[in-house]
């Protein structure tokens, strides 16, 4: 498979995804992060090519610590700014979205400028917490604002629902991208999303596509243990409300005899998956460590045959999917909601 994929624009971005929530201090439930061991990471991953890394304003410490990354590639004395892309995101605070102004938005871009070192934002990617406050398209409009003061390059949204796209498109704004949750278990995306993404040019970033790491071989034959991160929170409530324990212990069974075919990963066969869907623009995996960069490496270097996508699609088919589109169940489902911080910009 390719490495790089294309806006329209002529930007060129990797298909794999650095992804830095897991560097964050709200996901680790256990542990603490080894920044030393993270910095080796981020080297060894530019030097194999996989130069875009993915953010946000609201992942707490992590902007810091790629801006410590630029501050090291600054200091070999042969650095320049599109060595590395850093893709961050706009979260305002649930709190305050209907106070939102001009001022407001360039001071949280400022920051993220500041905090990474960076001359410009090579994405940003906008997430409003609850449709029903007004001002989603004003501030929408202050980016796009900072893209023509040249802070930002390009504008990308964050778990916006097709409806919203559309809003966004037919008001002029030329939306690049679309950050969704997408897996085996998580599948809305397929409804509607996927299809007028891709025939309106827009890429779709994934996020969730390995379950918090529930898609490997440690869990084949096991019982349901305590999460190790929210991420496990999270992605266990899906879990259960589609394959449920029993699913996934057959699906890691089915994708264990396709990665050995190819002497590949479940994690590998589930990203490669997820990364053939029409509209998939690249597939963000979670960079805590050194540990997993070498089978992390091994996703493009194999193509899955059509029997083994339509396996695994003939066996997703036998479980429901979640209900609604994109995000709907985190911005309504009490459940859901229950476990999502939304103040995390102050």
């Given at each position: 498979m390719d490495r790089k994929n294309t806006f329209s624009n002529g930007y060129t971005f990797n298909r794999i995804i650095n992804g830095c929530w897991q560097l964050s201090a709200e996901h680790s439930l256990q542990g603490k992060i080894d920044?030393?061991?993270?910095?080796?990471?981020f080297h060894r991953l530019?030097?194999?090519?996989?130069?875009?890394?993915?953010?946000?304003?609201?992942?707490?410490?992590a902007e810091e610590i790629l801006g410590m990354f630029v501050q090291e590639l600054k200091?070999?004395?042969?650095?320049?700014?599109?060595?590395?892309?850093?893709?961050?995101?706009?979260?305002?605070?649930k709190g305050i979205l209907a106070e939102i102004d001009r001022e407001y938005v360039e001071r949280i871009v400022d920051r993220s400028l500041s905090r990474m070192h960076r001359e410009a934002l090579d994405l940003v990617q906008f997430h409003w917490w609850d449709f029903e406050i007004p001002g989603m398209m004003d501030t929408a409009?202050?980016?796009?604002?900072l893209q023509e003061k040249g802070k930002i390059r390009n504008i990308g949204m964050c778990n916006m629902d097709t409806e919203r796209l559309k809003q966004f498109l037919d008001a002029g704004i030329n939306v690049v991208s679309n950050q969704a949750q997408y897996s085996?278990?998580?599948?809305?995306?397929?409804?509607?999303?996927l299809k007028f993404s891709s025939e309106h040019g827009i890429k779709t970033f994934c996020y969730g596509t390995l379950a918090g790491g529930f898609l490997d071989e440690r869990y084949i034959g096991v019982p349901y243990d305590r999460p190790e991160t929210r991420s496990q929170v999270k992605y266990m409530q899906v879990i259960e409300d589609t394959l449920t324990w029993d699913g996934l212990q057959e699906l890691l069974v089915l994708l264990k005899g396709i990665a050995d075919k190819y002497d590949v990963k479940i994690a590998n066969v589930a990203t490669q998956y997820v990364l053939k869907q029409n509209g998939v623009g690249a597939v963000m995996i979670g960079t805590r460590n050194s540990k997993h960069i070498d089978s992390n490496l091994k996703t493009l270097g194999f193509d899955l045959s059509e029997k083994d996508m339509s396996d695994i699609g003939e066996f997703l088919d036998r479980f429901p999917v979640l209900p609604g589109e994109c995000y709907e169940l985190e911005r309504h489902s009490p459940r859901y909601k229950g476990i999502i911080l939304t103040d995390l910009n102050k």
């Open positions: 920044l030393k061991d993270v910095m080796y990471a530019k030097d194999e090519g996989f130069i875009t890394f993915d953010c946000a304003d609201i992942y707490t410490g200091a070999s004395g042969d650095y320049k700014e599109e060595d590395i892309q850093i893709h961050t995101k706009f979260v305002p605070d409009f202050e980016l796009v604002r085996f278990f998580d599948r809305r995306p397929e409804k509607t999303l």
